[in-house]
């Protein structure tokens, strides 16, 4: 059998014409620029906060305790059968059982309050973003926009984005780290995600499930973007000149590849269901160089 | 003939396979050139290959495991090499290689390194402390390590014999089916581990009889010794989980040989449905891996400090509670793929239960600790550094049990630190911390204590530069298994954790050299009494090196430790216990069925890696026919006389009546 050999892909070139404008700073989730990010980092922070309230003392205990009881310390009382002490087991089971009582609230409530699949609170009405993800690379499609990208999404920073993920190929996973919840994209299934830009700006988004020889040029750019660029941007999409439809995304799922930025000015709105649901299939072919140039 | 296999599967335009695997090859070839020039092979055939004896056995487990540790390091070092260049650049690896890489070094790392380990070390340990001369199957116990042998060596074949999996440790489907991975390195992985976790499934019915049937005298529950307690656990956990593993890779076997649907894109399949069952066997792997080392960290602190144990019944308790909890938090491995709220916080709340019991643990050992005379040896450094570390390691999993938290954190570098934490400060901690408690009681020489401090503290900063740096770059988003990127601000951390990595190579190299110098300066590291560290477990009472029956007359078990008693006894009374009448003592005999079997199951590995049908069906038959050679062997047991029993613990006595003797001045000195 023959090495199957990858041929190389040219991250280089891809990312350079991606990089029309200038990321911001990937500071992750340390800082969100949205309120899932938020509400994820809170409770980060909180779990934390809860946690270090033992683990400080218990590190300084071990250390001190260590240090004092060492063979040389004569001044250090010296208990060799001391073995069992009663008050001292109820703190050593009641110390950690408080602690994972405060976790288990924070766990309970944080699991619900923010469940990807939970509508945000938002007044605005979101826009629906459809994605799925490909060997190697991101297909959006904004079904009421009637436009769709490859490697690049776009949001109001009006409104909240409810997103609807389905997988062309293995599972892969939609991860904005600046924004916050991640969910994996699985071949079959739909999963669901809320999410929401605060602030104009230009996010990484990457899959975080490895998937593959291309996985690392699995990188997408987020475009949070004011109420009238958005519609500048769907504007700018719609003039594309390409079509989203059936033999356009078989053609794009087949190259196994990553691919430039693309737009598409139309799309066939039945795409992602029939795709989510099995009924739109593509055999996995060859590993193979980008399929198309940017238009 | 050769199914897929021909001469191009020699991967012969890629030099660092190819250079790494002639130089094992040459030393492969070099060492066994020497054995058979120096005449040692029929000593090797009797005295190890073939040996039924558990502390043989454990040795070769340990020896098996710290070599495959040092591949998977050699792994670990390519990839954080690789990411430290791969900042907008390629890099030296290309994903076909580096992919590879991190799915051999996972896979190395947790089934034929620390697994070996482990299982090694209470293959020694075990009989000893219960105060027995073997386990309940010894023949069955060298067929499981050859077993793990087997594996290990079809996973290091593939290094230079085609490739090796390109989809992670866990080869998550669609990714591992055909389609998506046509090559032969998920066939590998699979036999190597359906055949090695046939190994392990054994060893675990075999240290579970052991325990539960097999006691010295006296030996109830509640006096065995806390490693006792931990491995009891840890094989219960084999038990039930290693079928579950077993189940789900026969069948993606069954998807990639014969066209079933279980778990692939087509016919209905559903990758949940094994992403559900390998972590259902995966959770309570990791405390099959940590609660040996939890029961290893207990013998030291407690033997170090001069003291019980704190807490024993609450210790037996947790360590229980660990073994059922394992089964019912594999949900945390992905929140992130949908589940719903009530789901996930379920298990989330689970996972936390988990905290609860371990910090009991490390309480207890703290009070194990306190109003104790702590020595400073090598094996208390190791338990040290693993109660300071692993603290943090256990935060920072407690966090990524919080479903909010992992939506942000999953599959970033910040999980890996997390399971890097965990596992190298509980496991490979425990590891080292028990090869050193031990190795006296193995080879009747301690391993030199400055080389082994120098061990400690490179691989101690090593580990804490390497990984701290990897939490922050994980809290920056960087995700796992980045064969290249252009995040500007994730690069520092990056470049750190590749310096940390070059810290813990010194801490392997001064492992290497610690090992020379104690064999080199064996004579004065002699351990003459067999109690080299004032012990208090069973293994104490016996000579160093231990004879083959470990024991001339089984202990009468009259408490919780043992050993401790019957020494405060002796030192009163300024003499050992009177001798009974020595009797013969029979004891199992050398059988190289084991050896045939797990050659024979290399044999058929390989062929069903390469869809060799001939080569797999004589594979088949061959095993087959070893084991009816083996079950009809008429004689299984040879007996040691009376005499021999009588020389040999007579020389103990000797021994002891001398330190005994020593100590008595010493203390009027005073």
């Known amino acids: 059998m023959i090495q199957p050999q990858f041929l190389a892909v040219a991250p280089l070139t891809a990312k350079a014409k991606t990089s029309l404008f200038a990321l911001d700073p990937a500071l992750g989730v340390l800082d969100p620029q949205g309120p899932v990010a938020a509400g994820n980092s809170q409770i980060l922070l909180n779990a934390l906060a809860i946690m270090l309230m033992i683990v400080v003392p218990t590190l300084l205990a071990t250390l001190a305790f260590a240090w004092w009881f060492r063979a040389s310390n004569k001044r250090a009382i010296y208990r060799p059968e001391w073995a069992y002490s009663g008050r001292l087991e109820l703190i050593v089971w009641g110390i950690p059982l408080l602690v994972i009582l405060f976790l288990s609230g924070v766990t309970w409530i944080g699991s619900h309050d923010l469940d990807p699949a939970r509508p945000l609170a938002e007044e605005a009405k979101p826009v629906e973003i459809q994605v799925v993800s490909l060997d190697w690379k991101w297909l959006f499609i904004y079904p009421d926009e009637g436009v769709a990208s490859v490697n690049e999404i776009a949001l109001p920073t009006d409104r909240p984005a409810h997103f609807s993920l389905t997988s062309a190929t293995v599972m892969n996973m939609f991860f904005v780290p600046q924004l916050g919840s991640m969910i994996a994209t699985m071949n079959g299934m739909a999963t669901q995600l809320n999410l929401k830009a605060d602030r104009p700006g230009n996010y990484h988004g990457q899959s975080a499930q490895f998937s593959g020889a291309g996985f690392s040029d699995m990188h997408f750019v987020l475009r949070a973007l004011a109420p009238d660029s958005f519609t500048q941007w769907t504007a700018e999409a719609r003039k594309s000149r390409l079509a989203l439809d059936e033999s356009e995304y078989l053609a794009l799922a087949r190259a196994r590849a990553t691919s430039p930025t693309l737009f598409y000015g139309s799309i066939d709105r039945a795409l992602f269901e029939r795709i989510a649901a099995r009924r739109l299939t593509s055999e996995a072919g060859p590993i193979s160089a980008p399929a198309r140039t940017m238009e | ?670």
């Open chain 2, 1 to 670: 003939m050769f199914g897929k296999l021909t001469i191009n599967a020699i991967p012969w335009d890629q030099p660092i396979p190819l250079i790494a695997g002639a130089v094992v090859g040459l030393t492969l070839l070099a060492v066994f050139i020497w054995v058979v020039i120096k005449g040692h092979l029929p000593y090797l055939w009797r005295a190890w290959i073939t040996s039924v004896d558990h502390k043989r056995i454990g040795v070769m487990y340990v020896l098996l495991g710290l070599v495959m540790l040092l591949r998977g390091f050699i792994d670990a070092v390519m990839m954080r090499s690789q990411q430290a260049l791969a900042y907008r650049a390629p890099g030296y690896l290309p994903p076909h290689h580096y992919d590879q890489i991190f799915s051999a070094h996972g896979t190395i790392m947790i089934f034929f390194a620390a697994m070996p380990i482990m299982i090694g070390l209470m293959n020694f340990a075990v009989p000893l402390q219960l105060g027995v001369r073997d386990v309940a199957f010894p023949t069955l116990n060298s067929t499981s390590f050859w077993l793990t042998a087997t594996g290990a060596l079809l996973v290091n074949i593939s290094l230079v014999v085609g490739e090796f999996a390109q989809t992670g440790w866990l080869p998550y489907p669609p990714l591992s089916e055909l389609p998506y991975s046509p090559g032969v390195g998920v066939d590998y992985y699979l036999w190597a581990l359906l055949i090695s976790g046939a190994g392990t499934l054994m060893t675990g019915i075999n240290f579970v009889t052991t325990i539960l049937k097999m006691r010295a005298p006296g030996m109830r529950y509640m006096r065995m010794s806390m490693f006792c307690w931990t491995a009891l656990a840890s094989n219960l956990l084999i038990v039930a989980a290693f079928p579950i593993l077993t189940a789900t890779l026969i069948m993606l076997v069954l998807d990639r040989y014969l066209g079933f649907h279980f778990f692939g894109n087509e016919g209905g399949g559903n990758m949940a449905l094994f992403i559900n069952l390998i972590w259902a066997w995966g959770h309570p792997e990791v405390y099959i891996l940590v609660l040996p080392a939890f029961g290893i960290f207990s013998e030291v602190i407690s033997t170090f400090s001069g003291k019980p144990l704190f807490g024993y019944r609450s210790m037996v308790i947790a360590t229980l509670g660990i073994c059922l909890i394992s089964f019912i938090v594999w949900l945390h491995h992905f929140f992130t793929m949908g589940a719903g709220s009530d789901v996930n916080a379920v298990f989330g709340i689970a996972t936390s239960v988990i905290g609860l019991v371990t910090g009991v643990k490390i309480f207890n050992w703290l009070f194990t600790m306190y109003g104790g005379r702590i020595r400073f040896k090598t094996p208390m450094l190791w338990s040290l550094g693993f109660l300071v570390t692993f603290v943090i390691g256990g935060m920072t999993g407690m966090l990524l049990a919080v479903p909010p938290a992992d939506f942000e954190l999953h599959n970033s570098l910040f999980l890996v630190a997390h399971f890097h934490n965990v596992i190298i400060s509980g496991v490979v901690f425990a590891g080292f911390a028990g090869v050193v408690y031990w190795f006296p009681k193995a080879f009747g020489f301690r391993l030199h204590e400055g080389w082994g401090k120098a061990v400690f503290w490179c691989t101690l900063v090593g580990f804490c530069v390497t990984f701290f740096p990897l939490y922050v770059a994980g809290l920056l988003g960087m995700t796992r298994r980045l064969q290249h990127y252009d995040v500007a601000e994730w690069r520092p951390w990056v470049l750190a954790a590749a310096v940390g990595v070059a810290i813990s190579g010194v801490g392997m190299l001064c492992q290497i050299v610690q090992l020379v110098v104690s064999i080199r300066d064996r004579v004065a590291l002699r351990d003459e009494t067999g109690d080299p560290w004032d012990g208090r477990s069973l293994e104490w009472a016996t000579a160093s090196p231990p004879p083959a029956f470990n024991f001339a007359f089984l202990p009468d078990v009259k408490g919780e430790e043992p050993y401790w008693a019957m020494k405060q006894r002796a030192i009163e009374t300024q003499h050992l216990a009177a001798a009974g009448e020595y009797q013969a003592i029979t004891m199992p005999k050398n059988s190289a069925t084991g050896f045939m079997t797990a050659f024979f199951a290399t044999v058929t590995g390989f062929g069903l890696t390469w869809h060799i049908w001939w080569m797999v069906g004589a594979g088949l038959v061959l095993a087959y026919a070893g084991f009816v050679w083996f079950a009809w062997r008429d004689e299984d047991e040879y007996a040691i006389p009376a005499s021999e029993v009588q020389r040999i613990d007579g020389e103990r006595r000797r021994a002891r009546e001398e330190w005994l003797a020593r100590n008595a001045n010493v203390s009027e000195a005073a």
